[in-house]
């Protein structure tokens, strides 16, 4: 008998702080995820379940999760610990979707059963000899037929058929080895491609299942995707470091400096009267502080109670929380980012270390190809407080230059400023600070943003006006995740544009509030203002208002109030190069409809509105007028999105930036080659767009 996907080992349910009980549970044959052959689109994907089957087992098996979000944080983090992968994709998060997913276990057993073989000597020919598959891949990039083309009423841009694609290899072979060979041995080929990435279905989700077939279209991976998973499957080896110093003989040469973004520095505790024994511990993320795996002696058995953990989770809210001007320490607490590489490598140790990766992979890749501590220059920093109180407390920005002085007159190279995120935005605020273009010239090569939030993140304002769990619910609950929040003076940093010509490369406006006096005055389908995030936090009662006016607005490295028309940050970096990358086509927050209670403005009471849900997808004048999907009172972007500043193309961002603010780059690159065709300098910019990849 099939077990049930919603059924329980026992009548007990499962705790998320033991991941090896809960590990088995949901591996349990019988009871636990239900586990078989599934087929899509004429495929069969063996020993697999469905994402939104185990998140209704989560809900009802796994102790204090009800919502569907609080499933998916469950699910998420038995993924991050490697229990099981999407069956296609290997860095697709878990989400409450039709997607099937495979136990680790059974993936290996899944490819051994599918393992591959080259039938045809002259395929095999082909794999082996790394010249001849490169000139290959070089004539079919160049010969295949590249075209938007139609599907029912959609337009998939830049892409191939497979038929056309099968006939070019066939005349592409038939050119290079004189050999004729027949559409099957040229399918073997391009199966070959697609497995090394080359290219992918244009839903990308057949990622390497190639067809020749008039009906199914296809479009190349970016070439730097390609190339590098390509020499690493050559040389079979693990890391880009490895490949690169093996195969094309890197070796490490201008110095690289490491600016984080949100969340994503350590902190740790240098004074704490409330809890001395925290002195010089890490507070960001110590799970322990927060009653994570604390209290749990060598046996598993609990020796705190719940309310003894909840009382150390406010223990942690507070020492988290700066004082009510957003940026100074409270008194008897003072909290700062760590030094060195140990500052962003990763945020936490144990089961969730590797889901906590911020900058270590990259850095491992670095000292691959030869980096040490004269080349690479870590830069984190108290992500909580704004840009102007980095530099005063901390002098951030100053000692910044002066590490990079230093490296440069170590290594007779100019530097290059690597930011994710937040971090593109600390860059540009840095070389806006310096405000010293021939220091900039002696010291600096280039930039490399990396999902770069130009025109903002709009998940800031949320965490402005309703706060959020800092990705650590159920540990922290909305209200300890909300008092966090609303106190940190840095989030105005990552606001979406309040002047017009920005906010309208957005899909859509910033908020929609409803106010409680406007409701009793008009029907409730009217009673929506689309305000701009300043308004928004106005009337909503934000601290953050206060924080803007007092700390951004007047704050001319950031905004300027006498040409609003052209922030600062979106100023081309004065440097040689500007890389941008980032990833594209994942679902992302994009506008929120919040309801206020203005009739006590002592006590606003902001909350999402969740009954907009019932419009979810439903094209309705003024409210949801492109019919996006909302979820929780949240409008999210996907990648069927007509975005309105980029000729209206259909795309969403990477699942925390919306497309629209990191596709910013393409202006700036108009601009740069704007400039340089009245004969100005200005930086070489290039962009690399990445199908299906997070923030």
Same mark, same amino acid.
């Given at each position: 008998?099939?077990?049930?996907?919603?059924?329980?080992?026992?009548?007990?349910?499962?705790?998320?702080?033991?991941?090896?009980?809960?590990?088995?549970?949901?591996?349990?044959?019988?009871?636990?995820?239900?586990?078989?052959?599934?087929?899509?689109?004429?495929?069969?994907?063996?020993?697999?379940?469905?994402?939104?089957?185990?998140?209704?087992?989560?809900?009802?098996?796994?102790?204090? *999760?009800?919502?569907?979000?609080?499933?998916?944080?469950?699910?998420?983090?038995?993924?991050?610990?490697?229990?099981?992968?999407?069956?296609?994709?290997?860095?697709?998060?878990?989400?409450?979707?039709?997607?099937?997913?495979?136990?680790?276990?059974?993936?290996?057993?899944?490819?051994?059963?599918?393992?591959?073989? *080259?039938?045809?000597?002259?395929?095999?020919?082909?794999?082996?000899?790394?010249?001849?598959?490169?000139?290959?891949?070089?004539?079919?990039?160049?010969?295949?037929?590249?075209?938007?083309?139609?599907?029912?009423?959609?337009?998939?841009?830049?892409?191939?058929?497979?038929?056309?694609?099968?006939?070019?290899?066939?005349?592409?072979?038939?050119?290079?080895?004189?050999?004729?060979?027949?559409?099957?041995?040229?399918?073997?080929?391009?199966?070959?491609?697609?497995?090394?990435?080359?290219?992918?279905?244009?839903?990308?989700?057949?990622?390497?299942?190639?067809?020749?077939?008039?009906? *199914? /279209?296809?479009?190349?991976?970016?070439?730097?995707?390609?190339?590098?998973?390509?020499?690493?499957?050559?040389?079979?080896?693990?890391?880009?470091?490895?490949?690169?110093?093996?195969?094309?003989?890197?070796?490490?040469?201008?110095?690289?400096?490491?600016?984080?973004? *949100?969340?994503?520095?350590?902190?740790?505790?240098?004074?704490?009267?409330?809890?001395?024994?925290?002195?010089?511990?890490?507070?960001?993320?110590?799970?322990?502080?927060?009653?994570?795996?604390? +209290?749990?002696?060598?046996?598993?058995?609990?020796?705190?109670?719940?309310?003894?953990?909840?009382?150390?989770?406010?223990?942690?809210?507070?020492?988290?929380?700066?004082?009510?001007?957003?940026?100074?320490?409270?008194?008897?607490?003072?909290?700062?980012?760590?030094?060195?590489?140990?500052?962003?490598?990763?945020?936490?140790? +144990?089961?969730?270390?590797?889901?906590?990766?911020? /900058?270590?992979?990259?850095?491992?890749?670095?000292?691959?190809?030869?980096?040490?501590?004269?080349?690479?220059?870590?830069?984190?920093?108290?992500?909580?407080?704004?840009?102007?109180?980095?530099?005063?407390?901390?002098?951030?920005?100053?000692?910044?230059?002066?590490?990079?002085?230093?490296?440069?007159?170590?290594?007779?190279?100019?530097?290059?400023?690597?930011?994710?995120?937040?971090?593109?935005?600390?860059?540009?605020?840095?070389?806006?600070?310096?405000?010293?273009?021939?220091?900039?010239?002696?010291?600096?090569?280039?930039?490399? /943003?990396?999902?770069?939030?130009?025109?903002?993140?709009?998940?800031?304002?949320?965490?402005?006006?309703?706060?959020?769990?800092?990705?650590?619910?159920?540990?922290?609950?909305?209200?300890?995740?909300?008092?966090?929040?609303?106190?940190?003076?840095?989030?105005?940093?990552?606001?979406?544009?309040?002047?017009?010509?920005?906010?309208?490369?957005?899909?859509?406006?910033?908020?929609?509030?409803?106010?409680?006096?406007?409701?009793?005055?008009?029907?409730?389908?009217?009673?929506?203002?689309?305000?701009?995030?300043?308004?928004?936090?106005?009337?909503?009662?934000?601290?953050?208002?206060?924080?803007?006016?007092?700390?951004?607005?007047?704050?001319?490295?950031?905004?300027?109030?006498?040409?609003?028309?052209?922030?600062?940050?979106?100023?081309?970096?004065?440097?040689?190069?500007?890389?941008?990358?980032?990833?594209?086509?994942?679902?992302?927050?994009?506008?929120?409809?919040?309801?206020?209670?203005?009739?006590?403005?002592?006590?606003?009471?902001?909350?999402?509105?969740?009954?907009?849900?019932?419009?979810?997808?439903?094209?309705?004048?003024?409210?949801?007028?492109?019919?996006?999907?909302?979820?929780?009172?949240?409008?999210?972007?996907?990648?069927?999105?007509?975005?309105?500043?980029?000729?209206?193309?259909?795309?969403?961002?990477?699942?925390?930036?919306?497309?629209?603010?990191?596709?910013?780059?393409?202006?700036?690159?108009?601009?740069?080659?704007?400039?340089?065709?009245?004969?100005?300098?200005?930086?070489?910019?290039?962009?690399?767009?990445?199908?299906?990849?997070?923030?």
């Amino acid at each position: 008998m099939e077990s049930s996907s919603t059924s329980t080992v026992t009548n007990r349910k499962f705790h998320i702080s033991n991941l090896d009980e809960l590990t088995a549970a949901v591996k349990d044959k019988a009871n636990g995820f239900s586990v078989k052959d599934r087929s899509w689109r004429l495929k069969t994907y063996p020993m697999c379940f469905i994402g939104e089957e185990a998140v209704k087992w989560i809900r009802e098996n796994v102790e204090g *999760v009800s919502s569907v979000s609080d499933a998916i944080f469950v699910g998420q983090t038995l993924l991050d610990r490697g229990v099981f992968r999407h069956v296609v994709e290997k860095k697709k998060p878990f989400l409450n979707e039709f997607l099937f997913y495979r136990f680790i276990e059974d993936d290996e057993q899944a490819n051994r059963s599918k393992k591959k073989t *080259v039938a045809d000597p002259l395929v095999q020919s082909f794999a082996d000899d790394p010249k001849k598959w490169d000139r290959l891949v070089t004539l079919f990039r160049q010969q295949v037929d590249i075209a938007d083309r139609k599907w029912g009423l959609k337009t998939y841009p830049k892409c191939f058929l497979g038929s056309n694609a099968a006939t070019v290899v066939v005349q592409i072979v038939v050119e290079m080895t004189g050999a004729a060979i027949t559409r099957s041995v040229a399918t073997e080929l391009l199966q070959l491609m697609a497995d090394m990435y080359l290219f992918v279905h244009v839903t990308a989700d057949q990622l390497h299942v190639f067809r020749d077939d008039s009906k *199914v /279209y296809f479009k190349f991976v970016d070439p730097i995707v390609y190339a590098t998973k390509y020499l690493k499957d050559r040389l079979r080896v693990k890391r880009i470091g490895e490949a690169k110093a093996r195969g094309e003989g890197c070796r490490a040469k201008r110095p690289i400096v490491l600016i984080p973004g *949100v969340y994503s520095s350590v902190l740790e505790v240098w004074q704490s009267d409330e809890k001395p024994s925290w002195q010089r511990e890490k507070l960001w993320i110590d799970l322990s502080k927060v009653g994570f795996f604390s +209290g749990k002696d060598t046996t598993g058995k609990a020796d705190l109670t719940d309310d003894e953990k909840r009382a150390l989770a406010k223990e942690f809210v507070r020492h988290m929380m700066p004082a009510a001007d957003g940026h100074s320490d409270p008194p008897g607490i003072k909290v700062r980012p760590r030094e060195g590489l140990a500052g962003l490598d990763y945020l936490t140790e +144990g089961f969730f270390k590797d889901s906590s990766c911020i /900058y270590a992979l990259m850095i491992r890749n670095l000292l691959d190809v030869g980096y040490d501590v004269n080349q690479l220059i870590p830069a984190p920093y108290d992500w909580r407080i704004p840009p102007q109180a980095l530099e005063k407390r901390d002098a951030y920005f100053s000692r910044l230059k002066s590490s990079i002085e230093f490296s440069v007159l170590a290594t007779g190279q100019r530097a290059v400023l690597v930011g994710h995120s937040m971090g593109c935005r600390a860059i540009s605020y840095f070389l806006m600070w310096l405000g010293d273009q021939q220091w900039v010239d002696q010291n600096i090569d280039s930039a490399a /943003y990396l999902a770069p939030p130009f025109l903002g993140a709009p998940f800031a304002l949320r965490a402005m006006v309703t706060g959020d769990t800092l990705n650590l619910y159920p540990l922290l609950s909305q209200h300890e995740g909300t008092q966090i929040c609303r106190a940190m003076g840095s989030w105005p940093w990552l606001m979406t544009p309040s002047n017009a010509d920005e906010a309208k490369l957005l899909p859509e406006p910033a908020a929609r509030i409803k106010l409680m006096s406007d409701s009793k005055k008009k029907k409730d389908k009217d009673s929506y203002r689309p305000l701009n995030p300043v308004d928004a936090l106005a009337s909503t009662g934000s601290p953050a208002s206060k924080y803007w006016n007092q700390l951004y607005a007047l704050d001319q490295n950031f905004y300027t109030v006498a040409a609003p028309s052209m922030s600062p940050y979106l100023e081309l970096p004065p440097v040689r190069k500007l890389v941008c990358m980032y990833g594209i086509n994942l679902p992302t927050e994009i506008s929120y409809f919040f309801k206020v209670n203005d009739e006590n403005p002592a006590f606003p009471q902001p909350e999402l509105d969740t009954a907009q849900d019932s419009i979810s997808k439903k094209e309705t004048r003024n409210i949801n007028p492109a019919g996006l999907e909302i979820r929780g009172g949240i409008m999210f972007e996907s990648k069927s999105t007509p975005q309105p500043g980029y000729d209206k193309k259909r795309i969403s961002g990477d699942g925390s930036i919306p497309y629209g603010s990191m596709a910013y780059a393409w202006k700036l690159k108009e601009r740069a080659e704007a400039l340089k065709a009245t004969g100005k300098k200005a930086p070489e910019v290039e962009i690399s767009e990445l199908e299906g990849i997070g923030h």
